[in-house]
């Protein structure tokens, strides 16, 4: 089944507005997507209807929230196919999925215990383990890219080892677009006894994700980069690990039984789940996840893989562009540079025709030091982009290169 785009972008108001007077082409959607009528609508009535605590009240408006936000956590658990609804912890988003995971390792990892991280990491999933490492002075290691922005696979065979305690890697690279061999590195990990953290950020948007089948033991998501709201996401793990990490903050919410002596927590999910959560941000993210499935993963991967071939195509016909990342196995972005011309300078003129691009490290320093870059060019594309907006972007940035060289 194809996509009717012309009927979905109706449901973004936002795409038929206009910059700078010029019809908004919005290619940012690795950094955020746009949030269709739908998934508004349910945010409306959350405040409209039924705004209360959750857990807490026995007035019907709390319980009516409480149920729409458990309901919200099934329909993300039977979305990623998650085995038990506690090992869904609702989180501000892949960054603090990460760093509650990073903060739980602390107590667990010891002098000389080694840690792998991946060359292609978004600085969420650096820093967070640097930080863990200092504490604990276990060792980070990295596994190396290669210029086509793939993992070199043999480089993570030989880093793996006995002492290997954690890898940690993304399932998509944002800066690239590269889709890693998460499924080869969970099981070479699983050799040594090693726990590993996807990173999802950038592929529980375009890609549909079956976690037991995957068999990471963490996993990552932000929710304003599938459809949904800023500031909500969640971190799945494996219920026994999940119940051997430590708390991550203290609360409301947490406890079982507080005194002044001793405090118990709760149970999974709630153990991690400290202080009013972002309750109308959950349901509207349940919200966007079933927005997705009706337009279809498949339907979704088949559109953006056409996407991805025409501005692949089309800009490498302009002279001087470089696209960064050139693996098979990429989602629908491209990152690229023009001989002679700052990413930021190009930028900031395509933004004067209405066109949203990013531009510079993209939060990934260490790749843009593999390549000696200071940054690029980044367009990501989304099921509601067309054609006429890539063919729209290469004509204006040929009018910048004329006005730039
Ligand atoms: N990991 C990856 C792979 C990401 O792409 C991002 C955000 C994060 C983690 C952090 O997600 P957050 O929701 O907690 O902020 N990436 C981007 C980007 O590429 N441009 O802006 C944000």
């Known amino acids: 089944m194809s996509l009717d785009v012309q009927k979905i972008r ?20 690795a950094a955020t997507s746009q949030t269709p009528n739908q998934v508004v609508d349910a945010i409306v009535d959350y405040y409209h ?25 099934e329909t993300i658990r039977k979305h990623f196919n998650i085995r038990y609804k506690e090992e869904v912890i609702f989180t501000s988003g892949t960054t603090s999925g990460i760093n509650l995971v990073a903060y739980g390792y602390a107590s667990s990892l010891k002098k000389g215990d080694e840690v792998i991280v991946s060359a292609l990491e978004h600085h969420s999933n650096i820093v967070p383990w640097q930080m863990l490492c200092e504490k604990t002075e276990a060792i980070l290691k990295v596994i190396p890219m290669t210029d086509a922005g793939e993992l070199d696979m043999h480089a993570y065979t030989e880093l793996l080892s006995d002492k290997t305690q954690l890898v940690f890697v993304n399932h998509v690279s944002n800066a690239l677009g590269t889709i890693n061999p998460v499924e080869e590195i969970i099981e070479k990990a699983h050799q040594f006894g090693a726990q590993v953290l ?19 033991d963490f996993y990552t998501v932000s929710a304003h ?47 991690f789940e400290a202080g009013t959560p972002d309750i109308c941000g959950g349901i509207a993210f349940a919200k966007a996840i079933d927005y997705l499935n009706h337009i279809g993963f498949e339907n ?23 696209i960064y990342g050139e693996s098979n196995r990429k989602t629908s972005l491209v990152s690229f540079n023009i001989e002679g011309i700052h990413p930021y300078d190009l930028g900031t003129i395509l933004d004067k025709m ?16 593999y390549f000696k870059i200071p940054g690029t060019v980044r367009a990501s594309f989304y099921f509601y982009n067309t ?14 290169k004329k006005m730039l060289l």
Do not use: W
């Open 354 to 369: 209405g066109i949203a691009v990013r531009t510079g490290h993209h939060c990934a320093q260490p790749i843009m030091d």
């Open 300 to 322: 979704i991967k088949h559109y953006e893989d056409e996407l991805l071939a025409y501005a692949t195509e089309k800009l490498l016909t302009i002279e001087g562009l470089k």
């Open 198 to 216: 996807i990173d999802g950020a950038q592929s529980a948007s375009h890609i549909k994700v079956d976690l037991q089948e995957l068999d990471a």
């Open 387 to 400: 054609k006429e907006e890539i063919d729209y972007l290469i004509e204006g940035i040929i009018k910048a």
């Open 10 to 29: 109706k449901d973004f108001p936002i795409l038929s507005r206009e910059v700078n007077g010029k019809p908004l082409v919005y290619f940012d959607n």
């Open 49 to 73: 209807r039924y705004n209360a605590n959750i857990h807490r009240g026995v007035h019907h408006l709390s319980q009516q929230a409480t149920d729409a936000y458990e309901e919200a956590r």
């Open 225 to 271: 980069k599938m459809c949904g709201p800023t500031g909500v996401g969640i971190l799945y793990g494996k219920k026994e690990l999940l119940e051997s990490l430590p708390p991550y903050q203290g609360g409301g919410e947490m406890i079982d039984q507080v005194t002044f002596e001793k405090t118990t927590y709760a149970g999974l999910p709630h153990k």
